[in-house]
């Protein structure tokens, strides 16, 4: 199950404070994200949604065009002088042909209008909507010397649950290296934390989904990019490797990370000792990848694996790091000691 | 042009409406006729089993009709009824979707999002349907439940006790019953525990709301004379007296609380005149969410909402989390989706005696959880 372009494109262009964001659709269509926006939000704790306008084409708009419901919009949402309109549309104005970059162009507000032809389904998926919007809202970016010790996050899931925790878990990792997150991209940085991406010396990306957007970004701006936030336990290690080097970070720093990080676990584990000597079954895997986390930190307790074993549930997302391990390693503490 | 235009709409699509209609009978095989995003939703949303065509951009270019055909066939594999619930797209290229299915292998809903909201929605898929009566069936239909309500197990339940209580059969569950009991024909006459979501099927004898209920049971006394009524207007009396007991305890302490309303009509009428007949209260803000209100304005543009609510200043809002985050001063009972405030799994009812008691309860906690954060304040 996903969403189509338009949810993909708002779950990214939503998280930009100074922004405004224009809907060319049907009600419906934006409200299906503003209601999982505002659910994410509230697992997250956090009370504030963003602004989503909608031109709000009806069925009298499918048959005569909804150009002029577009032009309203964008009239509507120049009236806050935004830093910048963003603009993304459903596939309704894609079927009924309106020219929706021609409409853009031509509005006062223009040089603060980025248009991103999402066109809902027939633009693909909500993925293709994520990435387009980064491509989209890079632009924004100059090319920039890089500033030593300093690195950029992109395409963070912002409709993820735990999308702050697996920050949280991504900067305890770069601390070690005395590296700082300089832009979240495109997660509650505002226009100008926007425009300064160039100036991080290295990209890491959420996952594989911002791939596109990561190799775009990379090759524009000629950085080293991290292709996903660490997976698991050895992940971490991999990507205190990765990241260092990438950022030109000495080998003996690096080393000392990994030292640190490598006692941390070990400390982390020793709260499973209980569950050393007890067999699991893990029965299908939710998502590639997940086995190969859930394996290691099977064989780094000391438990085994065998299809008569207490069945315990991957986790349907890949875990992040250490922190991601222990939520998944309290679940199966739960089940195999708890029933 | 100008009343399309919308900051954050909060009520969901015709299409949607229509699919929680259809997915209420159980038996019935949804098909939704539209991409991932369409299906993805009203999935995530009703929280039952549904199916879709899936449709990607080339079958849009040359026509979805194979698709559907091919989808149809792998799930009439079922020997279960099919509805097509068509969307957005395939409604505007003009296939003969209809057409495509001419020996009844399933019914065909035209309820793309476009055509309005939820209700409008709901209004089609009953229409599809072509639900008939039949007069061999004793009892009543209760109509008003739609998956999308926050209180439609507990209404359903509620309804059926009371009607239990009353010894009337219930013949029909609208929109929550079987697809083979739906066929058998619905009861000549219905009640009602949710008024904004109609049928259409059967005269109608009224509400189950508390403030309605004692001329609904009125009217199925006339209807069903051998029904035994006393029992409930006694729990009903009882219900009345222990609601003026406790918020009669609040307003010795408390001033009467002002009050916000957003809702469909017959929920947000409910809660004003609760809150009048028991509080007291001021109630400046009444809107509705369902376009077909006919008492009080109807507004979905939660920018306008907040703004009408933050005018009035008020005590307490009855609606969804969208107004509840937007005005946080104020203490908040979820009566509208969404609500993200509390974990709700249990079966509550807003209809009924019960249902009654329970939005009193849930009134009288939410202030003084209010009132006692206000006082915790530095």
Known sequence: MAGCTLTGALSVACFIPGAVTVVHAPHGCAHQTFSMLHAMMNDAETKITPEIMVSGLSDKDVIFGGEGCLRQALDRAA?????????????????IGDDCRAVCQEHAYAKQILYIPTSGFLGGSAKDGENSALIGLAGLAEPAEPIPGTVAIIGEKNLESEVEENYAEVTRLLHLLDLTVTVRFCRNADVATLKKLGTASCFILRDDRSSDAGRELGKKFNRRVIREFPRGLSGAITFLRETGTACGISREKIDAAVSSENAWQ?????????????SVFLGAEPLE????????????????????GVEVKPPFYLPVGVSGTMKMLYLWRRRILHG | MDDKFCINPVWPCAMTGACSILAGFSGLCVIIHGSSGCYYYPRSLLKVPLFSTYLLESEIVFGTVNRLKEVVTEV???????AILNTCIPALTGEDLAGAFPDGAAIFVDAPGFAGNVEEGVKIAYESLAIETNEMRDGVNIDGVS??????????????RLLSTMGIPVVVRFA??????????????????????TSGIGSMLGSFLFPDLKETIENLAITFPDADMDPVLDEWERADELMFYYSDKYLRKYEPPIVAVCSQESYAIFAQKIMERYFGSDVPVVLARNRNAKTIPCVTNLQEITGKIAACKPDLILGSTFEANAYPNAAFLGITPPDRSRVSISARPITGIEGGISFIEGVLNSLMDMTGRRERRP
């Open chain 1, 289 to 308: 990848g997940i086995f190969a986390v859930a394996r290691e930190a099977i064989e780094r307790i000391g438990m085994t694996e065998s299809p008569d």
């Open chain 2, 76 to 82: 009439s594999k079922t020997n279960k009824p099919i």
């Open chain 1, 266 to 278: 070990e400390k982390k584990l020793a709260g499973f000792s209980k569950l050393r000597g007890k």
């Open chain 2, 176 to 197: 929550k019953d079987t697809y083979e009991n739906l066929r058998k024909g619905a009861a000549l006459h219905t009640i009602s525990v949710n008024p904004s979501y």
């Open chain 2, 147 to 160: 998956l999308l309500d926050l209180f439609w197990r507990g209404n359903l339940h509620e309804a059926e």
């Open chain 1, 79 to 95: 009236e806050k002088k935004p830093d910048l309109i963003i603009v993304v549309t459903s596939c309704v104005p894609e079927t």
